[in-house]
Structure formats: C-alpha cells, structure tokens
T-cell receptor, first 115, second 113 residues
Framework: EPEVTQTPSHQVTQMGQEVILRCVPISNHLYFYWYRQILGQKVEFLVSFYNNEISEKSEIFDDQFSVERPDGSNFTLKIRSTKLEDSAMYFC?????????????FGSGTQLSVL | AQSVTQPDIHITVSEGASLELRCNYSYGATPYLFWYVQSPGQGLQLLLKYFSGDTLVQGIKGFEAEFKRSQSSFNLRKPSVHWSDAAEYFCAVRSGNTGKLIFGQGTTLQVKP
C-alpha cells in the first residue's frame, strides 16, 4: 500500500530556531493535514491544506506556523521560532478526495524536541 | 463542541482473550467515527470507520466496532487478541467539512502471553 513519508523521524533544535518538517504525501492525493501529539496528550489537528491554500486551521496554528507545498510532491510544516512547548510528535496525513473521503493516510511522524 | 473520550488509558489482556475498548463521543449531527491503531514507530493506521448504515462495522485485523447512538458510543472489539495487537488505539470523530479529525486520548493495549 502507498505510504505517507515523513522526514526526519527525529529533530532536535534549540529554542528560538526555525524548523521545517517534511512530508511526502501519497502521489494522487489532494488534501493534506498536519497533526501533533504532545507526550501524554491527545492527537491534535493543526491545519488542513487543499489547492495550495489552507482550508482550516486550529487555534494552535498561530503566526509561528506555516505550511507549503513547494514542488507538487512535498508538503512542509515550518515553525519559525520554536518554543519548548512545541516539542511533540508531528504527523502528516493525506487523503485523495478530501472532506467526503473517509480515509486519512498518516505518516509515521517526526518527533520534535525543543531544548 | 465536539469531543471524544476514551475512558481507559491502559488495558492489559491475556493473549486469546476478548477485548473491548471504549469510546464515547459528543457530536451534534450524525457522527463519522473512526478507530486508528498506532504501533511503536509507526504511523496511525485506520482499523475501521462508521459513516452510516449497519451499526456494526468490520475492520482489518479481525476488529469490529458497534455504533450506539443512544449511548454516544463506538466501542472497539476483538474476540481473541493476539500479541501483535499490542499498540495504542485512538478513537476519532470527523468534524466539519475539511476532513479534520478530533481524537480521543488513546488507549494503550498490553497483551500478556
């Protein structure tokens, strides 16, 4: 079965630094998502993206966060100035047909540690 | 506001025993409900989903779940657990029109030999 690929699997950064988390969604998918899971907490929705623009974002997704699909294959999440509380597992997901499609395919995640 | 509650943070069962993981949801309209499983080092894999129709849905790996509107529940079951089922299980409800999922806290399943 095709997979969503995320790199790196682990990222360590200093507080205040910028990080870019990378995802390669499944090739014919049109809708893309980022979720995160802080240790011991629920998986939380961050943002959904379709047709090169954000379709929905949560209150977590403030001005420090941005997403981009730079080249038609990658889907990135940028955190401009990381905070300690950004430490979490970040999951990318994609789906072929969007809101009415029932299945999101998730990557295996990037564990971000902010020191 | 929509929410999902998984009352059991951690469950331990013996291999071969039956399993039921609880999930309660709060959602105004007809919910679209999901169960995902996460094995260590892996992404979230869809086990099964409920959109409409038959309230007992079958999924992969021998799992099933029953939607009970009167109880706002969508419990996951398996008649005989295998050691490879040890993982974390997440119940989720789809919210709104963008495919956003709201997840429960997750239940960690441990399987004793």
């Amino acid at each position: 079965e095709p997979e969503v690929t995320q790199t790196p699997s682990h990222q360590v950064t200093q507080m205040g630094q910028e990080v870019i988390l990378r995802c390669v969604p499944i090739s014919n998918h049109l809708y893309f998502y980022w979720y995160r899971q802080i240790l011991g907490q629920k998986v939380e929705f961050l943002v959904s993206f379709y047709n090169n623009e954000i379709s929905e974002k949560s209150e977590i997704f403030d001005d420090q966060f941005s997403v981009e699909r730079p080249d038609g294959s990658n889907f990135t999440l940028k955190i401009r100035s990381t905070k300690l509380e950004d430490s979490a597992m970040y999951f990318c997901a994609s789906s072929p047909r969007g809101p009415t499609n029932e299945k999101l395919f998730f990557g295996s995640g990037t564990q971000l540690s902010v020191l | 506001a929509q929410s999902v509650t998984q009352p059991d943070i951690h469950i331990t069962v013996s291999e071969g025993a039956s399993l039921e993981l609880r999930c309660n949801y709060s959602y105004g309209a007809t919910p679209y409900l999901f169960w995902y499983v996460q094995s260590p080092g892996q992404g979230l894999q869809l086990l099964l989903k409920y959109f409409s129709g038959d309230t007992l849905v079958q999924g992969i790996k021998g799992f099933e779940a029953e939607f009970k509107r009167s109880q706002s529940s969508f419990n996951l079951r398996k008649p005989s657990v295998h050691w490879s089922d040890a993982a974390e299980y997440f119940c989720a409800v789809r919210s709104g029109n963008t495919g956003k999922l709201i997840f429960g806290q997750g239940t960690t399943l441990q399987v004793k030999p």
